[in-house]
């Protein structure tokens, strides 16, 4: 059971390039997270899916998309990416759509934007 | 902006010694968790919390909710080096599905 797997698990991009980070679960969950991770930030959430087809903005969104591919996988794209897009995604998934159980996180996608 | 305040940022202590880090959010929540990352790491679930007045154990970690379900609190007792990590705090903000984290407390332990 792999639970929540990302790829890559480290990029190296220059400014301007365009990337897609994946993620899938297969533990069957409805809901999908994307949040980055910065120092003395916390954790933000940038886009979520509370189900499959349907997709809405968190904290941080601007200069993100995102495709709720299937159940199971639900990938982030920069377009344009810049500096301050350097940090660690992680993607997670919960059970429910009606209320916030438990987040299972995904390794993490360490990103460099140079 | 951030819905939920969590201190102190930073917590050193000697191996034994007890710790406890704090949540408060502006608005009542409905329920509050709490991850611990360590460092590298992704945060993993340890518990959450929904009733007022809550208090919940996981041997030397005492987890509690306010009456007012606008605060929490996580305290270690004994600490040891395997402790090490950040804790986070959470709550739903919003619609139910946005999990809204605290800053987190950063624990080092002095073995």
């Known amino acids: 059971n792999a639970g929540v797997t990302q790829t890559p698990k480290f990029q190296v991009l220059k400014t301007g390039q365009s990337m897609t980070l994946q993620c899938a679960q297969d533990?069957?969950?409805?809901?999908m997270y994307w949040y980055r991770q910065d120092p003395g930030m916390g954790l933000r959430l940038i886009y979520y899916?509370?189900?499959?087809?349907?997709?809405d903005k968190g904290e941080v969104p601007n200069g993100y998309n995102v495709s709720r591919l299937n159940k199971r996988e639900f990938s982030l794209r920069l377009e344009s990416a810049a500096p301050s897009q350097t940090s660690v995604y992680f993607c997670?998934?919960?059970?429910?759509?009606?209320?916030?159980?438990?987040?299972?996180f995904g390794e993490g996608s360490r990103l460099t934007v140079l | 902006g951030q819905q939920v305040m969590q201190i102190p940022q930073y917590q050193h202590v000697q191996e034994g010694e007890d710790f406890t880090t704090y949540c408060n959010s502006s608005?009542?929540?409905?329920?509050i968790q709490w991850y611990k990352q360590r460092p590298g790491g992704h945060p993993v679930f340890l518990i959450q919390?929904?009733?007022?007045?809550e208090v919940k154990k996981q041997k030397r970690l005492t987890f509690q909710f306010g009456e007012a379900k606008k605060n929490s609190s996580l305290h270690i007792t004994a600490t040891q080096t395997t402790d090490v990590g950040t804790y986070f705090c959470?709550?739903?903000?919003?619609?139910?599905?946005?999990?809204?984290f605290g800053k987190g407390t950063l624990l080092t332990v002095n073995p």
């Open positions: 997670a998934s919960n059970v429910r759509v009606s209320d916030t159980g438990e987040l299972f």
């Open positions: 533990m069957n969950h409805n809901s």
């Open positions: 899916s509370a189900s499959e087809g349907t997709t």
């Open positions: 608005t009542t929540l409905s329920n």
């Open positions: 919390l929904v009733k007022s007045g």
């Open positions: 959470a709550g739903p903000w919003g619609s139910n599905y946005k999990l809204t």
